[in-house]
């Protein structure tokens, strides 16, 4: 939790991201990630200054539970001093205790936010799903509440002025900007209107752009002139992997040469034959591609 101190941004990430997008997939399958396809709605999670703090919290953490389809999870919240936003307590079940930072009594409109990440913590700790490394866990755990429908709680949850700053979460604002665009292209939901902060809003906007960069790749045939020229020269000239570019080129058992890439909406690798026009199917997203080979 950046708190008045300086917030991260760019995309310094961006790998890891992707990685934890392909492992969703993966884990979840494409007819379980489709389940997502509603986001949480910001009424139902809504906390009002009026609102009793603890059965607020419990009210809230009923609904992502909810929300994640974790029928047999109860989480008990509570509130400490502590460093970080909040804590998790990953035991067998059905009982998770979470704690949140003290300073959520006073800024109850990001307890929602706080809660999101706590408790897809417990949703991946169900799947078993978990990278190596506390860096990169809380990168997947972040990704895969936005992914899934709760993160633009907590790009909302930033803020930032010549004065002071709050940003919840391990991604830049861009990163949960660029997740948000990706879930967005998948299920044709725009969930700046739920925006309260500016700052998030044109996170959103950047990390569109960086998404959109995703479907304009080589041999994409949305690919722009100059990386359809670079793709040319180096199907010509094949030396093993070129710096700078998503695909590489090889030749398969038959001599012929064959370009692998990585699906722009789930990140896993795909691998086609050199031979023009064609389209290509992932057979992880089900992406259909159109590609230029």
């Avoid at 906390?47 to 539970?65: K, N």
């Avoid at 978990?130 to 997947?140: A, C, H, K």
């Avoid at 830049?172 to 725009?190: H, I, Q, S």
């Avoid at 304009?216 to 002139?225: D, E, K, N």
Wanted: glycine letters at 6%; proline letters at 6%; charged letters at 25%.
């Amino acid at each position: 939790m950046a708190n008045d101190g300086p917030v991260e941004h760019g995309y310094p990430h961006l790998e890891t991201v992707r990685e934890s997008i392909t492992a969703l997939y993966k884990r979840l399958s494409y007819d379980t990630v489709q389940t997502f396809a509603s986001s949480v709605a910001p009424v139902d999670v809504a906390f009002c200054d009026t609102d009793d703090l603890y059965l607020g919290a419990q009210r809230v953490a009923r609904e992502l539970v909810r929300h994640y389809r974790l029928p047999d999870a109860r989480v008990i919240v509570s509130f400490r001093e502590m460093k970080h936003a909040a804590n998790v307590e990953l035991a067998a079940g059905p009982e998770y205790f979470v704690e949140l930072n003290d300073r959520f009594r006073t800024h109850r409109r990001d307890i929602g936010a706080a809660l999101a990440h706590e408790i897809m913590h417990v949703y991946l700790h169900r799947l078993d799903l978990t990278f190596p490394g506390t860096r990169d866990n809380e990168i997947l755990t972040d990704t895969a509440t936005t992914y899934l429908g709760a993160g633009w709680l907590l790009l909302d949850a930033y803020r930032e002025d010549a004065a002071s700053s709050q940003k919840l979460g391990y991604l830049t604002p861009e990163e949960f900007g660029y997740v948000l665009a990706k879930r967005a292209l998948v299920f044709g939901e725009d969930p700046s209107v739920w925006f309260t902060s500016p700052q998030a809003y044109t996170a959103y906007t950047k990390g569109m752009v960086q998404a959109r960069r995703d479907e304009q790749q080589p041999p994409l045939t949305a690919a722009g002139w100059a990386g359809r020229r670079r793709y040319a020269r180096d199907r010509r000239h094949v030396h093993g992997p070129q710096p700078g570019v998503p695909y590489t080129f090889s030749p398969d058992g038959g001599g012929h040469l064959r370009v692998t890439f990585p699906c722009p909406t789930c990140h896993q690798r795909i691998r086609v034959p050199v031979r023009g026009r064609m389209r290509a199917r992932c057979s992880l997203c089900r992406t259909v591609l159109e590609c230029d080979t």
